[in-house]
């Protein structure tokens, strides 16, 4: 098992790393081969942390959805509007680490094709809320507007403004 940090949301902020890595991974190895989809290569990278004793189920499992929400989000982002993902973020790309990039903008473009094929669904936004994880970007308080930037991966405090728990991604 490898070493984990102490603090049980950075443990989780490195496990939503890690987990983005399993994803990108099987999306980079999968071109040649047909593709299962985010949620199968979610599924895969998940019980892969749970078998190696990386995390618990339950933690696996909080994590996987927070990876998926947010490659959801930015792959709407990317076909409802065709900006780059800078724009989703609202800061500059290179305030982001390299591989970081590499990695979110391989799975959120294939993400975007898959729901390009779903466009027929109805398109709910998506609420981040305190205590969950979420992937560098930019929040903006449900309450009071105030916007909290994350240039890296790192659990959702509450808003500096008002103290409230609920957010949107900006631009959503």
Not at 50 to 78: C, F, H, P, Q, W
Not at 116 to 124: E, S
């Amino acid at each position: 098992m490898t070493e984990t940090p102490q603090d049980p949301m950075e443990r989780l902020a490195k496990a939503y790393d890690k987990m983005l890595h399993e994803v990108h991974e099987a999306v980079e190895s999968a071109r040649e081969n047909t593709l299962p989809g985010l949620k199968d290569y979610l599924e895969e990278a998940r019980e892969k942390m749970i078998e190696l004793g990386e995390l618990s189920r339950e933690e696996a499992e909080k994590v996987s959805t927070y990876v998926e929400r947010d490659m959801k989000d930015a792959a709407n982002y990317l076909l409802e509007t065709g900006e780059q993902l800078s724009a989703w973020w609202r800061f500059d790309v290179q305030q982001v680490e390299e591989r970081m990039l590499e990695m979110f903008t391989s799975v959120a473009d294939q993400t975007k094709l898959e729901l390009a094929k779903l466009a027929q669904r109805a398109n709910t936004a998506s609420l981040y809320h305190t205590g969950e994880v979420t992937g560098p970007g930019t929040l903006i308080c449900a309450a009071c507007g105030k916007e909290m930037h994350f240039k890296k991966t790192g659990h959702i405090p509450p808003c500096s403004g008002c103290k409230g728990t609920d957010f949107q991604r900006s631009g959503s």
